[in-house]
């Protein structure tokens, strides 16, 4: 790694919450290869070197103190949680991921996306929403659309639901969960948005009141124009889920 400073150079070195014991030695490693000639011990001015890590009690604080920290987290509120993936989104793999399965493709994504939104949302109502507070990130999303477009494309006529959902469900969201109970909480949820049913026209993720629901599979425009419809708060709406019997209401604030 040491060949690669230099004194004009950016480095970016990813997923250092899993040698948190080398992160302190990185930095001293940088500002040794990168001092002026003068000999003053600074760092050169237009050396930049970027550190990525999950959040981590071992990681060395004083990288933290000397550097300048940006953080990631998830929009609060299901709503914006979709909306900013949405947003994200664009046409091109929206249209062409699944040529073959463009209805299910396109209300699956959005199902997935939803579920998504939902399972990080529950961490806020602390052990009400999880026993264990789990860290699911953008990665599992991107994973798992990934794994939805191959299961969708590999598929001669019928969807594989079961595979899909295991896939889902048992290794991409819960290989984070170690709790039984939470487990299984995970497993519920994502059958109510990863289903056959959903394929239907009058299916609805609420059935009570029966505000939320995949849209029609159209353009990318117009499932963002259908998210800028949804309801920002849920007065009349109980969400059941088994195991912690409800999401308490204000979910979507």
């Not at 939805?148 to 595979?163: D, I, R």
Request: charged fraction near 20%.
């Amino acid at each position: 790694m040491g060949c690669q400073l230099s004194p004009f150079s950016m480095q970016l070195l990813q997923g250092s919450h899993n040698a948190c014991r080398l992160a302190s030695i990185v930095e001293e490693l940088a500002k040794s290869k990168v001092r002026q000639e003068e000999g003053d011990g600074g760092v050169h001015p237009d050396f930049r070197l970027w550190l990525s890590s999950m959040p981590s009690p071992n990681f060395p604080a004083s990288v933290l103190r000397s550097g300048i920290k940006l953080t990631s987290e998830p929009p609060k509120g299901v709503k914006a949680n979709v909306t900013r993936t949405y947003a994200d989104m664009t046409a091109e793999p929206f249209q062409s991921s699944c040529p073959s399965k463009p209805t299910a493709w396109k209300k699956l994504l959005f199902s997935l996306t939803f579920f998504h939104a939902v399972i990080q949302e529950r961490r806020k109502f602390g052990s009400i929403g999880w026993n264990i507070p789990y860290s699911f990130n953008q990665s599992d999303l991107e994973c798992s659309m990934m794994g939805l477009a191959s299961f969708l494309n590999e598929a001669e006529e019928q969807v594989p639901w079961p595979a899909m959902e295991y896939v889902l469900g048992q290794i991409n969201y819960g290989g984070h969960v170690t709790d039984d109970m939470d487990r299984r909480c995970l497993m519920s949820t994502l059958r109510r948005f990863i289903t056959p049913r959903v394929m239907d026209k009058d299916y609805c993720f609420t059935p009570v009141s029966g505000t939320y629901y995949p849209p029609p599979a159209g353009t990318l425009e117009q499932c963002r124009q259908v998210l800028w419809t949804i309801e920002s708060s849920l007065k009349h709406l109980r969400w059941c889920i088994r195991v912690t019997q409800c999401i308490p209401n204000g979910l979507f604030t």
